[in-house]
């Protein structure tokens, strides 16, 4: 039979204080610890440099202090169909999310998952696009009148008259419709002005290039082409065909574009247009705001923000010698970054945290730490624009005013 030795009460109070201790400790340092937070990067339309991009960088700043011990992030990537994007959200939302960043497919079709995760206490914000349920937050510069501003640039190039292709982006999406709107605005007001092909490029180069040869093969004396994210394809088309001519073309924001804008060999052929359209660094700033909301209890005073309308014109390029924007530059030599790469990425007072290679890589700055936003006055709120970031408002009295340019036939 055991006898128990005449320490053992001893020992064993010993090793029971000492379990004590230990579990005091675990509950210290648990409780010593940030909490996670369960965040979902939702992903519509997926597979071309922007969306790529955007995503990215909401990667390399989740990985960046404090970030990085803050955050636990998916991704999930739904494709083109809006009740993919929903079942997507619903899961989110039954898995316990803290929050959803997301590019959405659809401006209305997404509202009562929206609403769904708002009532379960779940924050909600999407980039570039944007939603019509209130309770959702946004960073876009959709309202800032791409579609107008970059169409009026066309037509004054072309003096009001000529024939032009449209270079779309995914059918059904807010974005095309918003572009497409404001461009048809200022075109149906110049009779001089044909479109003798509209096509979808997928905001893809590749798809935008295939497409861009097929018009050109059956308009082959093109003027002008207006064309959304893709331009660089539409761009190669262009000097694919062999033409000796160049059309004008407004495109967006890719450093191949930006390139040629400025290469005085396509200038004597004619080319020109100018380099506007949407920023990748609008996924960077909701998902700060988003953290800044969660971590420190930050209350905005509006839900959609607007994001400035990048605007280069072919005589504002100025090409980096760095790897960042700096001293008013807004290009990359070639060789430095993929032609398809869309310069908007940077933007030193909200996202100073990132680099190329967060964009291409959704690697983290090293040494970077996460910055703090500007204050809320800094911020601009979005304009109405129904049905696409509102319900039963009322539009402004001028839904598409130039802000970037004005007509040609004005004197100027």
Same mark, same amino acid.
């Given at each position: 039979?055991?006898?128990?030795?005449?320490?053992?009460?001893?020992?064993?109070?010993?090793?029971?204080?000492?379990?004590?201790?230990?579990?005091?400790?675990?509950t210290?340092?648990?409780?010593?610890?940030?909490?996670?937070?369960?965040?979902?990067?939702?992903?519509?339309?997926?597979?071309?440099?922007w969306?790529?991009?955007?995503?990215?960088?909401?990667?390399?700043?989740?990985?960046?202090?404090?970030?990085?011990?803050?955050?636990?992030?998916?991704?999930?990537?739904?494709?083109?169909?809006?009740?993919?994007?929903?079942?997507?959200?619903?899961?989110?939302?039954?898995?316990?999310?803290?929050?959803?960043?997301?590019?959405?497919?659809?401006?209305?079709?997404?509202?009562?998952?929206?609403?769904?995760?708002?009532?379960?206490?779940?924050?909600?914000?999407?980039? %570039? +696009?944007?939603?019509?349920?209130?309770? *959702?937050?946004?960073?876009?510069? &959709?309202?800032?009148?791409? #579609? $107008? @501003?970059?169409?009026?640039?066309?037509?004054?190039?072309?003096?009001?008259?000529?024939?032009?292709?449209?270079s779309?982006?995914?059918?059904?999406n807010?974005?095309?419709?918003?572009?497409?709107?404001?461009?048809?605005?200022?075109f149906?007001?110049?009779?001089?002005?044909?479109?003798?092909?509209?096509?979808?490029?997928?905001?893809?180069?590749?798809?935008?290039?295939?497409?861009?040869?097929?018009?050109?093969?059956?308009?082959?004396?093109?003027?002008?082409?207006?064309a959304?994210?893709?331009? %660089? +394809?539409?761009?190669?088309?262009?000097l *694919?065909?062999?033409?000796?001519? &160049?059309p004008?073309?407004? #495109? $967006? @924001?890719?450093?191949?574009?930006?390139?040629?804008?400025?290469?005085?060999?396509?200038?004597?052929?004619?080319?020109?247009?100018?380099?506007?359209?949407?920023?990748?660094?609008?996924?960077?700033?909701?998902?700060?705001?988003?953290?800044?909301?969660?971590?420190?209890?930050?209350?905005?005073?509006?839900?959609?923000?607007?994001?400035?309308?990048?605007?280069?014109?072919?005589?504002q390029?100025?090409?980096?010698?760095?790897?960042?924007?700096e001293?008013?530059?807004n290009?990359?030599?070639?060789?430095?970054?993929?032609?398809?790469?869309?310069?908007?990425?940077f933007n030193?007072? &909200?996202?100073?945290?990132?680099?190329?290679?967060?964009?291409?890589?959704g690697?983290?700055?090293?040494?970077?730490?996460i910055?703090?936003?500007?204050?809320?006055?800094?911020?601009?709120?979005?304009?109405?624009?129904?049905?696409?970031?509102?319900?039963?408002?009322?539009?402004?009295?001028?839904?598409?005013?130039l802000?970037?340019?004005?007509?040609?036939?004005?004197?100027?």
């Amino acid at each position: 039979m055991f006898r128990k030795h005449p320490l053992w009460g001893f020992v064993l109070g010993l090793v029971m204080a000492a379990g004590l201790v230990l579990a005091g400790l675990g509950t210290a340092a648990r409780a010593a610890s940030p909490k996670k937070f369960k965040i979902y990067l939702s992903l519509s339309y997926s597979g071309n440099a922007w969306q790529s991009e955007a995503a990215n960088i909401v990667k390399a700043l989740a990985a960046t202090p404090p970030y990085d011990k803050l955050v636990d992030l998916k991704e999930v990537i739904s494709g083109t169909d809006v009740q993919a994007q929903i079942s997507a959200y619903e899961s989110m939302i039954a898995d316990g999310a803290n929050g959803i960043i997301s590019f959405p497919i659809s401006s209305s079709g997404l509202d009562k998952a929206i609403r769904r995760g708002c009532k379960a206490g779940v924050l909600i914000w999407v980039y %570039d +696009g944007m939603v019509t349920e209130p309770c *959702a937050y946004s960073v876009s510069y &959709l309202p800032s009148g791409f #579609g $107008e @501003n970059t169409a009026q640039y066309l037509v004054n190039l072309l003096h009001g008259k000529g024939n032009i292709f449209l270079s779309r982006g995914v059918a059904g999406n807010m974005v095309d419709k918003r572009h497409y709107d404001g461009a048809m605005s200022v075109f149906k007001k110049y009779p001089g002005i044909h479109i003798v092909a509209e096509y979808y490029g997928m905001w893809d180069d590749q798809t935008t290039q295939l497409e861009t040869a097929k018009a050109l093969a059956a308009h082959p004396d093109v003027d002008g082409i207006w064309a959304q994210a893709g331009e %660089d +394809g539409a761009l190669k088309a262009v000097l *694919a065909s062999g033409r000796q001519k &160049l059309p004008k073309l407004t #495109g $967006e @924001n890719s450093n191949g574009f930006r390139l040629a804008l400025a290469n005085p060999a396509y200038q004597a052929r004619g080319f020109n247009g100018v380099s506007s359209g949407s920023p990748p660094a609008s996924a960077g700033v909701a998902f700060k705001l988003m953290m800044e909301q969660l971590v420190k209890g930050r209350k905005l005073p509006f839900h959609n923000i607007l994001y400035p309308l990048p605007w280069v014109p072919a005589n504002q390029v100025k090409i980096c010698t760095g790897s960042t924007f700096e001293n008013g530059c807004n290009a990359f030599p070639e060789g430095k970054v993929p032609d398809s790469f869309v310069d908007e990425v940077f933007n030193p007072t &909200l996202v100073p945290e990132l680099s190329i290679a967060s964009a291409l890589e959704g690697k983290p700055t090293p040494g970077a730490t996460i910055q703090p936003l500007p204050p809320n006055s800094y911020f601009k709120q979005s304009p109405n624009v129904p049905g696409i970031d509102c319900n039963h408002c009322q539009a402004p009295a001028d839904p598409y005013p130039l802000t970037k340019v004005t007509p040609f036939n004005s004197g100027t």
